[in-house]
């Protein structure tokens, strides 16, 4: 990666770190007031707002966390395109730890030597109890 392209990766983990820590301050001062979103496991996009809420709030909290960059590309040194999986662990309030995988696409806009998120797409991969192995075969 060239150091421009780690700055963005850096950003995207500074981003899950924050996450983790709940504080809507930040998490809302690193995406853009125009942001949309589209968690594909939701039935339409979503705005700044929701996008705070769901890493803050009563939403299940983040314990820990792996990234795995597959794509991080720059378009003129003002746009960035970043590609990843993830696989993370949440605890839901009141109930055990639950482990999630998933893959993930985040766009961001450098204002002021600073990257802003302003739009994402992807979604957490179905757990094992969802999907039972074999359950699409033929019988």
């Avoid at 730890?97 to 450098?110: I, M, N, Q």
């Amino acid at each position: 990666m060239s150091p421009e392209q780690r700055e963005l990766w850096g950003r995207v983990c500074q981003l899950w770190e924050q996450s983790r820590d709940r504080d809507r301050t930040v998490i809302g001062a690193a995406i853009h007031p125009q942001y949309v979103g589209w968690d594909m496991s939701a039935e339409f996009p979503h705005d700044k707002e929701a996008a705070i809420a769901s890493v803050t709030d009563d939403t299940p909290a983040l314990q820990n966390y792996e990234l795995f960059a597959h794509s991080v590309q720059i378009y003129d040194h003002m746009v960035g395109v970043v590609h990843y999986s993830y696989r993370a662990t949440v605890q839901p309030g009141g109930a055990p730890p639950v482990a999630v995988t998933g893959k993930w696409t985040e766009v961001y806009l450098r204002q002021n030597n600073d990257w802003k998120m302003i739009a994402v797409s992807g979604r957490p991969n179905p757990s094992p109890q969802e999907h039972p192995p074999n359950a699409d075969a033929a019988t």
